[in-house]
Nanobody, 124 residues
Framework: QVQLVESGGGLVQAGGSLRLSCAAS????????LGWFRQAPGKEREFVVA????????YYADSVKGRFTISRDNAKNMVYLQMNSLKPEDTAVYYC?????????????????WGHGTQVTVSS
């Protein structure tokens, strides 16, 4: 069992930066693949980025590539999402998710555990 708690969301102007954090509980955290997803009002949840259990492999959605960076610290049971050059279209609730089979998937159905989300709002 893994519990995930996101933090770091907020209101930022376009072009600004935010760093999201996700704190995980559970002794097997380091073996899980992790991902960030987001959901904007009236839209379906969409994939943002995934990272392998070791942190050595990452996959980004085209919409955030070059602007967002995912990282993880298995010693601290933490995963981070550095978001730069934010755009109004990045406004959404951001969710951290864990995949016990570490598939590095962009399908939300492949993730077993989810946080409650943190709101990111980018003003124009």
């Amino acid at each position: 069992q893994v519990q995930l708690v996101e933090s770091g969301g907020g209101l930022v102007q376009a072009g600004g930066s935010l760093r999201l954090s996700c704190a995980a509980s559970g002794r097997t955290f380091s073996s899980y693949g992790l991902g960030w997803f987001r959901q904007a009002p009236g839209k379906e949840r969409e994939f943002v980025v995934a990272i392998s259990w070791s942190g050595g492999t990452t996959y980004y959605a085209d919409s955030v590539k070059g602007r967002f960076t995912i990282s993880r610290d298995n010693a601290k049971n933490m995963v981070y999402l550095q978001m730069n050059s934010l755009k109004p279209e990045d406004t959404a609730v951001y969710y951290c998710a864990a995949d016990r089979y570490a598939r590095n998937s962009y399908y939300s159905r492949n993730y077993d555990y989810w946080g409650h989300g943190t709101q990111v709002t980018v003003s124009s």
